[in-house]
């Protein structure tokens, strides 16, 4: 068994969706990326990669390619589910946490859940989904970004 960590960070600006866990939140700000800038299935993808040895997301997915511009970070997972599978790996576990002022997002969870399984071929009990706020300090505090952390564990089959 091998464990991966992955983090990632988007800035906010008014006008951007805000996709997380391949679902759209009500809010007025959204993130900025090259794709739809989703940082909790980024964080994922990089915790994925660590796990197997893999590298990381931009090896796989670079801001410099336009085929990833604003493409769903759900698609991108997808690749890195069946690179996984190529290299006979299975996920048993994954725990991610967002961390961000607003807005409050527990409802969301069962979509996100959804989507993740669906796209990783894993079932939701193997899922965690949680959140953090900053307590107003820094940058986050300030609602300029919101970062994601993930851990997973996998096993070589
Ligand atoms: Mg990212």
């Known amino acids: 068994m091998r464990i991966g960590f992955g983090y990632d960070i988007h ?26 800038a989703d940082v909790l299935i980024h964080a994922l993808i990089d915790s994925l990669l660590g796990a ?7 090896v796989y997915f670079p801001d410099s390619d336009p085929q990833w511009r604003g493409i ?12 996984l599978a190529e290299k006979r790996w299975a996920i048993l576990n ?3 946490t967002l961390v961000l002022e607003k807005p409050k997002l527990f409802g969301y969870y069962p979509g996100m859940k ?5 796209v990783l071929k894993m079932s939701e009990d193997n899922i965690n989904i949680k959140a953090s706020t900053n307590e ?10 919101i970062a994601a952390f993930s ?3 996998l096993e070589k089959r």
């Open 136 to 145: 107003g300090i820094e940058l986050i505090g300030k609602e300029e970004g």
């Open 94 to 96: 994954v725990d991610l």
């Open 72 to 83: 769903s970070s759900l698609i991108l997972l997808e690749k890195i589910s069946a690179l």
């Open 11 to 36: 800035r906010l600006k008014t006008g951007e969706d805000l996709i997380l866990g391949g679902e759209k939140i009500d809010s007025e700000k959204g993130l900025e990326g090259h794709s739809d």
């Open 151 to 153: 851990v997973a564990l």
């Open 52 to 58: 197997s040895s893999l590298g990381d997301i931009g």
């Open 114 to 118: 959804k989507n993740i399984a669906r």
